[in-house]
């Protein structure tokens, strides 16, 4: 594990961003490192512009906003054309049933809605996205993101949640 991550999610209002940002931010602070969230989004809620940043470190923060990326989810063409270009060794996760097929090896598109949409409800896409982002890149432990997880929602929505996350486990742990 590195000593710091950087990590960018974006795409558009309603995708579960910030939320996600900030579930990453609480399992890094259960695993005792430092962890700062920060987003922004556009006017409109839903459908504008939408982004969540998240540092993780086991020192202190000096500078709350995300300079080098390590890790970047993309759920938009919007998203994907802002953060993917550039370094390719930086990881990028993307949603293959919202956006185009691209190649490269530091891609990594994987069908996050429509695993959503099969197991039951569309909004988890970003739990599966961190699942497979976590597990991945070992930034953080995906025991901490279910501790979290079942410590914010309750009954089926967390159960529900749960099941979204080992599934992004899944996606990148069989062969």
């Not at 995708?15 to 259960?30: E, F, S, T």
């Not at 000096?62 to 919007?78: G, H, K, N, S, Y």
């Amino acid at each position: 594990m590195k000593e710091q991550y950087e990590v960018i999610m974006a795409g558009s209002g309603g995708q579960g961003l910030v939320v996600c940002g900030i579930i990453l931010a609480q399992a890094a602070i259960l695993e005792g490192q430092n962890a700062v969230q920060t987003q922004s989004y556009g006017i409109a809620s839903r459908g504008g512009f939408s982004k969540s940043e998240v540092i993780i470190s086991r020192n202190e923060i000096m500078f709350q906003q995300v300079q080098e990326p390590d890790v970047i989810l993309a759920l938009t063409e919007q998203a994907m054309k802002m953060y993917a270009s550039g370094e390719p060794d930086r990881p990028v996760f993307y949603d293959t049933t919202l956006l185009e097929k691209r190649s490269g090896r530091n891609l990594y598109g994987f069908p996050f809605t429509e695993m959503a949409s099969l197991l039951g409800h569309v909004g988890t896409a970003n739990i599966i996205a961190l699942g497979a982002m976590a597990t991945l890149t070992g930034m953080i432990k995906t025991d901490s993101l279910a501790t979290v997880l079942t410590r914010r929602f309750a009954g089926k929505v967390a159960d529900m949640n749960i099941k979204a996350l080992q599934a992004g486990i899944e996606l990148v742990t069989q062969d």
